[in-house]
């Protein structure tokens, strides 16, 4: 199998501006945690009523086919009709995603969340969040806590989940056992999702404009003052990691950046296997037979799987036919027949392991932005990036960054 990051061994996702398989609704941007790296600025005051709400889902069906909508913030639970906008969301088509740092969660909110339509849920869990109760805990320490999550979505059935965690410098060594740890749990994590720390650092390298007129303070708080912490890991580095601890993980999707086409701004890996083994990693051509085969009967690509078709495993099988990623599954699941009955005789559930690299300042100064992001959200009845939305919100437009001059 071939193990080399190339755009020519992976398939491009085909999602874009007006044709994805998620976008991003943000109904609050007040937040009960203070995350480092987070992109959002903590309004206590900012709670969307629900006919704003309902004109940006009207945006978002006249602009872009979508399969589900992630319901983020913010920290989304704090709105007081977050059941109505599940409800909302539901009743258009689309999945209820909500991602959310679970803080505000019990059991009961969970089974009205369900009622109300949610698909599944998005937990953001990292060692940086000031999290109370957890703070100086690591992110070992804290799978503990992803999987009290884990455990009360499984309990009450039928929901997907996923995990989210910010790679820090500080802790991209623990991601192989976060990888790990998803393998454990395989049967109820569908989900596992790395997203790169990324800041835009004042004076620098870069100067930042509005138009003609300089930025003379870091007056967006993800412009942060110059700092030695590095902002510049990358998914290849991420998947390095992983490949100290399992030397066979290989993505097989990948969406590229505006400017760079061999920057992997999402890649995606799909793993076929048990708490007691993994069998192995999907091809690009099953991504690409999921992915159109959906497009094809309902119009819209895949974002997220029905928890039950995730624990079908063995279905997959039947596309080995088109996938040398599937016939190399094939080949380590009758193997362990003899080398690990508990593995062959168990269920196969299929998982995702994606990475997220979001914005890549160039040396030129150009910002590598994801091409065909999937978390684009409205502003002014368009859709912008929503990684970016304190620039419209402060000024109306994006900032712009220009390379320092050098002089000798």
Known sequence: MNLELSPINLFRLPWNLADNAISWLEPTSKCNLACDGCYRENRV????????????????????????????????????????????????????????NGALLDKDFLIELKKAGAFGFTFHIDSFQNRPGWKGKNEFELNELRLFYANMLKEVGGLSCAFNATVYPENIKYIPELVKWAQEHIDKVHIMVFIIYRMAIFGRDFDFYIGDQKLETNSIHYIIEDKARRTDITSDEVINE??????????????????????????????????????????????????????????????????????????????????????????????????????????????????????????????????????????????????????????????????????N
């Open 242 to 407: 992983i490949r100290k601890h399992f030397s066979d993980f290989n993505p097989c999707a990948f969406l590229n950046g505006t400017h760079k086409p061999d920057s992997y701004k999402w890649l995606i890996a799909g793993r076929l296997g048990n708490k007691h083994q993994i069998f192995g990693y999907t091809g690009p051509k099953f991504m690409e037979i999921v992915q159109n085969t959906k497009h094809f009967f309902t119009g819209t690509y895949l974002a997220y799987a029905n928890p039950k078709i995730s624990r079908m495993g063995r279905l997959y099988f039947l596309l080995a036919i088109f996938d040398k990623g599937l016939r190399a599954i094939i080949k380590n699941y009758f193997q362990s027949f003899l080398k690990n009955p508990l593995a062959f005789f168990g269920s196969v559930h299929y998982q995702s392991i994606l990475t997220i690299q979001p914005i890549d300042f160039l040396e030129n100064g150009e910002l590598n932005m994801c091409d065909g992001c999937p978390d684009m959200t409205v502003w002014n009845n368009g859709l912008v990036w929503s990684c970016r939305l304190e620039e419209q919100l402060k000024y109306g437009q994006n900032i712009r960054a220009v390379k320092k001059k050098e002089f």
């Open 45 to 100: 005051n900012s709670h969307k009523s629900l006919s704003e709400i309902e004109n940006e889902l009207n945006v978002f069906q006249t602009l872009r086919k979508t399969d589900s909508v992630s319901i983020t913030g913010g920290e989304p639970l704090t709105h007081p009709k977050i059941l109505d906008i599940v409800s909302m969301i539901k009743q258009r088509g689309w999945k209820p995603v909500i991602n959310t």
